[in-house]
């Protein structure tokens, strides 16, 4: 049986409500399905369970009500929580920041709801994180008006050494706008920009997860930032994160050898050769929690 068309009529019930009370029986009751069945139901299709989709959803929301102005508490309360240290909780366990610090580098866009028939938003909507190191700000939010500071890391990596060693980056206006229209719409790519004036330096990628749960982590620093204490900064948040955060035992990383710049930082990190190839580094998450005791 076909459930998408039942579960669409939740799904837009939830959207159309997310300032009310929602719980997982009135939800159910809605599909006309017992509360075990439509939880399942849920997962298959959307990769949540309900509730868990409704609490994405309230924060996507409250994001945006964040960023165009509006004070947190009045919003924390609008979508159920108590007070504004219980909403900032959840709010940094889902953003990885705090709601003050997401208000300045966040936007007001809000991803459409799931649509079961066309697959769109599978996940409820992208949910942009950002992390605040010592220097750096690291987010995987990405603007159409981008283009320009992508341009100028593509235009440098392209006449540096990297450009040996990388696949080519467009560097035409056109290139980097669509290059720029691609990266806002995943969440699998990194800026990494200077916290004091917002310049993007580099770009952290996570290209895949494979069988084994092997994250392959890829990264891209301006040649005027390629020294190893900035690179190692970033890079340490983001191990950190997959750790923490994804479904992941092992993180690799493939380079040229001769590429030393690029290498180093990994290395400094407790990155080792995979069988024997000196360009090929990974770590395994057991190696990295004995690293950060």
């Known amino acids: 049986m076909d459930y998408r068309t039942i579960l669409q009529k939740v799904i837009y019930t939830i959207e159309y409500n997310l300032e009310d009370d929602i719980n997982l029986a009135q939800l159910s009751q809605q599909a006309h399905i017992s509360m075990y069945h439509f939880s399942r139901l849920f997962v298959v299709y959307t990769g949540l369970t309900p509730m868990e989709y409704v609490r994405r959803r309230r924060m996507l929301h409250a ?16 979508y ?10 959840s709010f940094k366990k889902v953003f990885g920041c705090s709601p003050s610090l997401y ?13 079961l028939y066309t697959q769109e938003t599978r996940m409820g909507g992208k949910m942009s994180k950002a992390f605040e190191t010592e220097r750096l700000i ?5 603007q159409l008006d981008d ?10 990596k392209e006449s540096s050494e990297g450009g040996k060693y990388d696949i080519t980056w467009p560097t035409s206006d056109d290139g980097c706008k669509k290059m720029a229209e691609f990266l806002s719409g995943t969440d699998s790519f990194w800026a990494v920009r200077l916290k004091e004036d917002g310049q ?21 620093f301006h040649t005027d930032y390629m020294s190893e204490d900035i690179m190692t900064e970033a890079l340490r948040r983001m ?10 035992d ?4 493939y380079n040229v050898a001769e590429w030393t710049e690029q290498i180093v930082p990994l290395k400094s990190l407790g990155f080792t050769p995979i069988e024997g190839d000196p360009g090929h580094l990974g770590i395994t998450k057991e190696d990295w929690v004995k690293r950060s005791k």
């Open 63 to 78: 994001a945006s009500a964040i960023c165009s102005g509006e004070e947190i508490l009045p919003i924390a309360v609008r």
């Open 80 to 89: 159920g929580y108590s007070s504004h240290s219980a909403f900032s909780k």
């Open 103 to 115: 208000r300045n580098v966040g936007n007001t866009r809000i991803q459409p709801c799931v649509n």
């Open 138 to 142: 690291i987010k995987n939010l990405w």
């Open 147 to 156: 283009w320009k500071d992508i341009q100028a890391l593509a235009i440098n």
């Open 200 to 220: 993007l330096i580099g770009l952290i990628a996570f290209n895949s997860i494979d069988e084994t749960r092997t994250l392959d982590l890829g990264h891209l």
């Open 239 to 248: 191990v950190q994160y997959v750790f923490d955060e994804l479904e992941v």
């Open 250 to 253: 092992r993180i690799g990383a």
